[in-house]
C-alpha cells in the first residue's frame, strides 16, 4: 500500500495536520516562491505555508534542514562561478574535486541565505528546533542515531532523509511536507507534496 501523499492544492481546512515537519525539498520551494521566482510549484508551496500558519498549523524545521537549504542555495551559484573559470559546465562531484572553496567568500554567501531562510522562518511562524522528547540533549541524540539507522536499512534514501524522518518520528510529528519523491516512500507519515513535475 503506497503512503498517504496529500496534494497540498486540495488540502481543506479541517484535514490540515496540528503539526508538520518542513523538509528541505518544500522549504526551498518555498522560499523560491516567496521571492516570486522559479516554478509554479514554488508558488504554491509558499501559498501554503502562509496559509498553514494562518490557520494555526504548527510547522518545524531541524537544524540540518536549515543547513541543508542553505547549502541547496549556495550550490548553484559555486558551479556557475568555476565553470565561468574554466569556460565548461561540471558535475559537482568534478567541481568539490578541482576546486577548493575560498572559505571567507564562502561564509559570507551562507550568512546572506541564512539571513533571508530565517526571516522567512519567522514570517510563517516556523520554529527551529530539535525533536521534542522529555530526556537530555544527549539521550535525544542518541535515539535519533538510531531511527535514522533503522529507515536506512529499509528504504533506499539518503542519510540526511533517513536524519530528517527519524527526527519527525522521535518527535511524534506524523505529518511532513516534502516535495522529494524518494521520502515519501517510506511507510507511516502523511505527506503534504505537489505531484507537478520540477
Known amino acids: 500500500m503506497e503512503p498517504p501523499v496529500h496534494e497540498v492544492a486540495t ?27 522559479e516554478r509554479d510549484r514554488a508558488q504554491l508551496s509558499w501559498i501554503f505555508l502562509q496559509r498553514a500558519e494562518s490557520r494555526g498549523v504548527r510547522m518545524w524545521v531541524t537544524p540540518a534542514i536549515v543547513q541543508e537549504a542553505i ?25 568539490k574535486r578541482n576546486h577548493p572553496l575560498d572559505f571567507a567568500e564562502a561564509h559570507a554567501a551562507c550568512v546572506t541565505v541564512a539571513r533571508h531562510i530565517r526571516a522567512m522562518l519567522r514570517t510563517c511562524g516556523i520554529e527551529e528546533a530539535l525533536p521534542r522528547i522529555r530526556v537530555d540533549a544527549q539521550a535525544t541524540g542518541r535515539w535519533v542515531a538510531a531511527c535514522a539507522c533503522w529507515y536506512l536499512r529499509r528504504y533506499p534514501i539518503e542519510p540526511a532523509d533517513a536524519l530528517h524522518i527519524a527526527c519527525a518520528r522521535v518527535d511524534g510529528t506524523r505529518a511532513i511536507a516534502t516535495n522529494d519523491l524518494d521520502l515519501q516512500a517510506v511507510r507511516g507519515f502523511q505527506y503534504l507534496a505537489y505531484r507537478s513535475a520540477p
Open 11 to 37: 488540502i481543506s481546512a479541517a484535514t490540515l495536520p496540528t503539526r508538520v515537519l518542513l523538509e528541505t525539498s518544500f522549504l526551498c520551494d518555498a522560499l523560491w516562491g516567496q521571492w516570486g521566482l
Open 71 to 95: 547549502f541547496a542555495f549556495m550550490k548553484p551559484d559555486m558551479r556557475m562561478e568555476a565553470a565561468a573559470r574554466v569556460g565548461r559546465q561540471m558535475t559537482w562531484s568534478e567541481f
